[in-house]
């Protein structure tokens, strides 16, 4: 019998989301302010929340395709591809009208909203294939590289994971997929090793699934082992002249502490509020993560950010902005989704299982 995650387990996975979103927020406009910011700036936790982003996405994912039965490679696909785009889209078109309309910054090209649109910003076709133009940035929404290399996991992951039991058109459909996803995962496992913190996720998943059922009280001494691990990593990278979240072994550290964190809250008891703060906070992750960019700089131009005092302001108002975004588009992925697979993938599957991944 598989393990399945306990209501325990389920409010820390949600907290630990909303934040990472929150400190990428906190980390990308206190990285502005005078005097210099220990968070955001000297320390830039914004980096590493991402990792920690990818280790719960690589977890989840994993988790969520181990557990549902009766799960096939087009119902994968369109609920991947329907989690990302519904607020991903309208994240490219308000990043669009603050950079653009509002601020005048240099409009994107045709060839810029078709490589945002099919997740080739910041992959490395442009850097190891001569003749692809590269893809600009989009207006300066920083963040979205993060979204093409989520993509691409995905699809390589589902490729990797239901490849034995794909009809032959989803197999052709796949051999496609399977060019670009190999070459932006082995690039962002090669040469930056950021999806090496998805695989963790991953591989996790697989453990905690099909492992025995242990208690808090025995993996207190392997998490506190890593967290001392991790300090003293902290310490070796804060000698340098600049702080790299992006670290191999603070990656690998980071995502086994994750993991026993996840192991560790298996009994934890959880009151009414606490659970409604952290389903909450999740809830508005994804959009607070994909628009606190445009609006963080727009609230730039309108007031000195760079004093502490305007600059949570901002924070503040792009948190509000998120849940606006997030009350209106959040879980429409769920009516995409359900329309696609009557279209594409008819075989009736539950839905609830997953309505936040």
Same mark, same amino acid.
């Given at each position: 019998?598989?393990?399945?995650?306990?209501?325990?387990?389920?409010?820390?996975?949600?907290? &630990?989301?909303?934040?990472?979103?929150?400190?990428?927020?906190?980390?990308?406009?206190?990285?502005?302010?005078?005097?210099?910011?220990?968070?955001?700036?000297?320390?830039?936790?914004?980096?590493?929340?991402?990792?920690?982003?990818?280790?719960?996405?690589?977890?989840?994912?994993?988790?969520?395709?181990?557990?549902?039965?009766?799960?096939?490679?087009?119902?994968?696909?369109?609920?991947?591809?329907?989690?990302?785009?519904?607020?991903?889209?309208?994240?490219?078109?308000?990043?669009?009208?603050?950079?653009?309309?509002?601020?005048?910054?240099?409009?994107?090209?045709?060839?810029?909203?078709?490589?945002?649109?099919?997740?080739?910003?910041?992959?490395?076709?442009?850097?190891?294939?001569?003749?692809?133009?590269?893809?600009?940035?989009?207006?300066?929404?920083?963040?979205?590289?993060?979204?093409?290399?989520?993509?691409?996991?995905?699809?390589?992951?589902?490729?990797?994971?239901?490849?034995?039991?794909?009809?032959?058109?989803?197999?052709?459909?796949?051999?496609?997929?399977? &060019?670009?996803?190999?070459?932006?995962?082995?690039?962002?496992? &090669?040469?930056?090793?950021?999806?090496?913190?998805?695989?963790?996720?991953?591989?996790?998943?697989?453990?905690?699934?099909?492992?025995?059922?242990?208690?808090?009280?025995?993996?207190?001494?392997?998490?506190?082992?890593?967290?001392?691990?991790?300090?003293?990593?902290?310490?070796?990278?804060?000698?340098?002249?600049?702080?790299?979240?992006?670290?191999?072994?603070?990656?690998?550290?980071?995502?086994?502490?994750?993991?026993?964190?996840?192991?560790?809250?298996?009994?934890?008891?959880?009151?009414?509020?606490?659970?409604?703060?952290?389903?909450?906070?999740?809830?508005?992750?994804?959009?607070?993560?994909?628009?606190?960019?445009?609006?963080?700089?727009?609230?730039?131009?309108?007031?000195?950010?760079?004093?502490?005092?305007?600059?949570?302001?901002?924070?503040?108002?792009?948190?509000?902005?998120?849940?606006?975004?997030?009350?209106?588009?959040?879980?429409?992925?769920?009516?995409?989704?359900?329309?696609?697979?009557?279209?594409?993938?008819?075989?009736?599957?539950?839905?609830?299982?997953?309505?936040?991944?």
């Amino acid at each position: 019998m598989s393990n399945t995650l306990t209501i325990g387990q389920s409010t820390t996975l949600n907290a &630990i989301r909303a934040l990472a979103a929150f400190a990428v927020l906190v980390g990308h406009t206190l990285s502005g302010v005078t005097p210099i910011s220990w968070f955001g700036k000297i320390m830039p936790f914004q980096s590493l929340a991402v990792v920690v982003f990818f280790w719960l996405s690589g977890f989840l994912i994993t988790y969520h395709c181990l557990t549902r039965e009766k799960y096939s490679f087009s119902e994968y696909m369109i609920d991947r591809f329907s989690r990302i785009y519904v607020l991903y889209v309208p994240a490219l078109i308000i990043s669009f009208l603050v950079f653009v309309l509002f601020i005048g910054r240099t409009a994107p090209t045709a060839w810029d909203w078709i490589g945002h649109l099919l997740q080739l910003q910041h992959t490395p076709f442009a850097r190891m294939i001569d003749g692809i133009p590269p893809i600009t940035v989009f207006g300066g929404n920083t963040v979205l590289w993060t979204i093409a290399v989520e993509w691409w996991l995905y699809v390589f992951f589902g490729i990797a994971f239901f490849w034995r039991d794909m009809s032959a058109v989803e197999r052709m459909f796949a051999t496609v997929l399977a &060019i670009p996803a190999t070459l932006v995962v082995g690039y962002f496992t &090669i040469w930056e090793s950021v999806a090496w913190e998805w695989f963790l996720g991953a591989a996790f998943a697989y453990i905690y699934v099909f492992m025995p059922r242990v208690n808090w009280k025995q993996v207190l001494v392997p998490l506190a082992a890593v967290i001392f691990g991790l300090l003293w990593r902290f310490k070796k990278l804060s000698l340098a002249s600049h702080m790299n979240m992006y670290d191999q072994q603070l990656l690998l550290l980071t995502g086994v502490a994750m993991m026993f964190i996840i192991l560790a809250s298996t009994n934890l008891r959880v009151s009414t509020p606490v659970k409604w703060i952290a389903t909450k906070g999740a809830f508005l992750s994804y959009a607070m993560y994909l628009t606190h960019e445009p609006i963080r700089v727009l609230l730039s131009t309108q007031m000195n950010s760079a004093k502490p005092l305007n600059a949570w302001l901002s924070i503040l108002i792009c948190v509000l902005f998120s849940a606006v975004c997030a009350w209106l588009l959040e879980d429409k992925h769920l009516t995409l989704r359900k329309w696609l697979k009557k279209k594409i993938a008819p075989r009736e599957t539950p839905l609830a299982a997953s309505s936040t991944l």
